[in-house]
């Protein structure tokens, strides 16, 4: 604002400066003076009037900076009321919104503590409920334990009486079933007796010495021809003398025909065969000497005299000092079991050991024991 005023100031004097230069005029000096006087006066009233507009304008300046300023601080008072305000309604409505979210905070404890006394009044009538229901089931319970007991009871009695007659049903049957069986048993053992007595009458019938007669007096090969039960009589006509043997052959004794019951079936008929062979081998006569065989069975299997004790030299022989063990390792050097009641009363000639066989240089043997 003030520039501008400034620059107004500047552009009257360089117009006054101007008029000056054209009133200089040397052909007119008083006129120029008058004007210049009338001038200079008009000047200073000019001058003295732009003081007072400017003094005036200043002062309108001042007034509107004054009053722009009173705007300013009222707007700023406005303001700091509107902030003010602003911050108090602003506490208000917290302070409001702090007394609701207390008074919900505590409508909802209350309601909290409510709704729990009235939960916990229901589940108190509900563990009523339950405790109720758990005694009436209690006690349904021992009623139905009571009534099973008398059941079961009553169906042990029924068992027990079933049993009874059960076992005496039994009894009678098996005393029924054991005198059938005592009367199939001997009827049994009566057909046994008869077959028996049958078989053995067969048997005498038999006769297998005719074998050897028939071999002495006709000097031919003879055989036999069986047909009675088993395999044995045939496979012993080896023995006395038959060279061939003649059976009827059967797959199974159960089959229809005449000849299948008097047949072997093939077990049997092998059976026949390795016994015929056995006998057949074994035959022979011998006197002169003794096989091999024997002398090992006699070895292995006879027996010697050993001392129950230990025997002192001088002792005479008693029954309780010896007995017989095998093996015999050798009949020339120990005694045999065969001479046991030789050495009895024998005297002993050396120191005998417990559990040895007797040597027959440890005792003296009386005379009459040779």
């Known amino acids: 604002m003030r520039k501008s005023k400034t620059k107004k100031n500047t552009e009257k004097l360089s117009k006054i400066k101007k008029t000056k230069k054209k009133l200089l005029n040397p ?112 006690e349904q319970k021992l009623k139905d334990q009571e009534e099973k007991k008398i059941r079961d009871d009553e169906l042990k009695l029924k068992q027990e009486r079933l049993s009874l007659q059960y076992v005496e049903r039994q009894r009678v049957r098996e005393e029924k079933h054991n005198k059938k069986d005592e009367e199939l048993k001997l009827k049994y053992l009566e057909k046994q007796k008869i077959r028996e007595e049958k078989q053995n009458k067969k048997d005498e019938e038999l006769k297998l010495d005719t074998i050897k007669e028939l071999d002495n007096k006709f000097n031919r090969v003879v055989g036999y021809s069986g047909h009675e039960p088993g395999y044995e009589i045939s496979a012993s006509s080896v023995l006395f003398g038959a060279s061939v043997i003649e059976r009827h052959f059967t797959l199974s004794r159960s089959m229809v025909g005449l000849n299948h019951k008097i047949s072997l079936e093939p077990n049997e008929f092998s059976n026949l065969t390795m016994l015929a062979n056995r006998f057949f081998k074994s035959k022979g006569i011998r006197l002169d000497r003794i096989e091999n065989g024997e002398i090992d069975s006699r070895n292995n299997y006879h027996v010697s005299i050993c001392s ?56 003296k043997l009386q005379e009459n024991q040779f």
């Not at 905070?105 to 108190?124: G, I, P, S, T």
């Not at 022989?317 to 095998?326: G, L, R, S």
């Not at 046991?340 to 066989?357: C, P, S």
């Open 308 to 363: 129950t004790k230990n025997i002192s030299k001088g002792h005479i022989i008693k029954k309780e000092d010896i007995c017989c063990k095998q093996p015999l390792t050798d009949e020339k050097l120990f005694f045999t079991g065969l001479e046991y009641d030789k050495i009895i009363n024998a005297e002993v000639t050396e120191d005998i050991l417990i559990n040895t066989q007797i040597p027959r240089k440890s005792i």
């Open 27 to 138: 052909f007119s000096l008083q006129p120029l003076t008058d004007a210049y006087q009338n001038f200079k006066k008009k000047q200073k009233k000019e001058i003295a009037n732009k003081i007072k507009r400017e003094k005036i304008e200043q002062q309108k300046q001042l007034l509107q900076e004054k009053k722009q300023k009173i705007i300013e601080e009222n707007q700023i008072i406005k303001n700091e009321e509107k902030r003010l305000k602003d911050i108090e309604v602003k506490r208000q409505n917290e302070e409001n919104q702090k007394i609701k979210e207390e008074k919900e905070r505590l409508e909802a404890k209350e309601k909290l503590r409510l709704d729990n006394e009235k939960q916990q009044k229901k589940n108190e009538e509900q563990a009523l409920q339950i405790e109720v229901q758990r005694l009436k089931a209690e």
